[in-house]
């Protein structure tokens, strides 16, 4: 509930940040369109997106990110035009917020997570409600995306690699911080494997490892996990020279897998989907005007996944940092702040959106709360702004319930599910790396490490879920999770005439 886990110094993205939104934002200011300037947060939420990205790859991701957006945007601005707040769109929202939860699922992206698009969705169509033109709130989100994907790469002018250094920096400490520790921790050994592995993915990002290009931080990389995996518990295996950790499997790999019910990212969808669509429509029989608060709230708190310890403390995050952030909008609409004064302050939440969103979600709503309902407009409604603030109360509280009722109640026992889907899917993996043999192919091997990890991901969340359940079943998944990343193991330190025992492999993974 209260942890701040570490996650370095971040200053200089929450500036990038602020200034996605300051530049197009003041810019619109001074050509005279104040009432729209308001709109281009809805793009700039983009730049979230690309932070932690080499830059060899992040302007693509900005951008994707954008066209996501945009697509929200307009979707939500169609529909805005055409029909009132109520029952429509809410399904519209909803949809958005399935879409866009399992995509982000089943890459497995992590922060900031589905949730910027459905917010998108419900912002452009409460600006239009409120009398936007269409257009005028898609060219000034435009605006923003544009301005999200310039800003994002202004710092390769000064360090092309800074954002893979820093993530092998990071490994290093990490490694280090877990081999000086008096105890070793599961939590220690967790972020240090987490941590080395982020730093693979970010090299093989920059393009590095194929190209032979910054060879010393490959070389430093190479050498912390070596010591990390000298430390773990097993053999010690001597790595020949040269062989070096696979990339992430294809975007177009890790979407068609996740398509069966049982997969993480399609249970997690489904929870997704009835839990928007039950906490809006609850919203709209209560008599709420605009009932999207509430779907944002559900999606909030159902977006993690299927462990219920982590959503039900989302749930605590939700429900107290939204309380606060209210707070804060309505302190600041007493202020009635307008023109540049107002792009600063939405720049300024920004800014602390970037630097808090990883580490405390509870802290992270406090800003997002007043950022989001600015962006929508309204601080431009009409009236009083207690009540409007009372209204986004009780639909948060209608949102946060039906999520932890709704993860109950819907495909309770899912975690049962996915945790023998995932088994099979290591040992289909493993037969396609056993079919090569004895030299496997690198595809066949990437495939099976990002099986292995959710193998992992669903043991945690069984363990979490049912643990007298998970107990019956923990040896014969750990011994499966074992043997596969043993088999990894044995491609890795093959000598050149390739795998060997193959029939003992087979026999493991033959069920």
Not at 111 to 123: D, E, I, S
Not at 152 to 159: I, K, P, Q, R
Not at 320 to 349: C, D, E, H, N, R
Request: aromatic share 6%; charged share 15%; glycine share 10%.
């Amino acid at each position: 509930m209260f942890a701040l886990p570490p996650v370095g110094r971040r200053w200089s993205a929450g500036l990038r940040a602020a200034a996605a939104v300051a530049v197009p934002g003041i810019a619109l200011v001074l050509a005279g369109a104040s009432a729209s300037a308001l709109f281009v947060t809805l793009g700039t939420f983009a730049v979230l997106y690309g932070e932690g990205r080499p830059y060899r790859v992040r302007a693509g991701v900005v951008a994707t990110a954008g066209a996501g957006l945009l697509a929200a945007a307009a979707l939500g601005a169609s529909v805005g035009t055409v029909v009132p707040a109520g029952p429509v769109s809410v399904l519209v929202v909803s949809v958005v917020a399935v879409l866009a939860t399992y995509v982000v699922d089943a890459l497995r992206l992590g922060p900031p997570g589905p949730l910027f698009f459905a917010l998108v969705c419900a912002g452009a169509q409460a600006a239009v409600e409120a009398g936007a033109r269409p257009w005028v709130v898609l060219g000034c989100a435009a605006a923003g995306v544009g301005s999200s994907v310039v800003v994002s790469m202004a710092g390769v002018l000064a360090d092309r690699a800074k954002p893979e250094r820093t993530a092998v920096e990071r490994a290093v400490r990490a490694v280090d911080a877990f081999l000086s520790a008096e105890r070793k921790t599961a939590e220690g050994r967790h972020a240090a494997g987490a941590a080395v592995s982020a730093g693979w993915t970010a090299l093989h990002d920059a393009g590095h490892p194929r190209r032979g290009t910054r060879p010393e931080l490959v070389a430093t990389l190479l050498a912390a996990h070596r010591r990390f995996a000298d430390a773990s518990p097993g053999e010690a295996v001597e790595l020949p020279p040269g062989k070096l950790p696979l990339p992430r499997p294809s975007v177009g790999y890790r979407l068609r897998r996740a398509v069966p019910l049982r997969s993480h990212a399609a249970v997690t969808a489904l929870r997704v989907g009835v839990g928007c669509v039950v906490a809006g429509e609850l919203a709209v029989a209560v008599g709420f005007g605009r009932p999207h608060w509430a779907v944002l709230s559900a999606l909030v708190v159902l977006q993690q996944g299927l462990d219920r310890r982590r959503a039900n403390v989302r749930a605590l995050h939700r429900f107290a940092g939204t309380a606060v952030g209210l707070v804060v909008f309505g302190l600041v609409m007493m202020v009635a702040p307008s023109g540049v004064v107002l792009i600063l302050i939405l720049a300024a939440l920004q800014f602390c959106v970037e630097l808090v969103v990883p580490r405390n979600y509870a802290v992270a709503t406090v800003v997002i709360t007043p950022l989001a309902l600015l962006a929508a407009g309204v601080a431009s409604l009409p009236g009083p702004v207690w009540p409007a603030v009372a209204d986004r109360f009780a639909q948060t509280a209608i949102g946060v319930v039906a999520a932890v009722v709704v993860q109950y109640a819907v495909v309770p026992r899912a975690h049962r599910k996915t945790l023998d889907w995932t088994g099979s899917r290591v040992r289909s993996a493993a037969r396609a790396v056993l079919a090569g043999a004895p030299t496997p192919g690198a595809d066949a091997r990437r495939d099976l490490q990002f099986e292995l990890e959710g193998a992992t991901r669903a043991g945690v969340d069984s363990v979490h879920n049912e643990p007298g359940w998970a107990a019956e079943h923990w040896p014969a998944h750990a011994a499966l999770v074992h043997d596969g990343y043993d088999l990894l193991q044995a491609c890795w330190s093959a000598p050149d005439g390739g795998l060997r025992d193959v029939e003992r492999w087979e026999r493991a993974f033959g069920r």
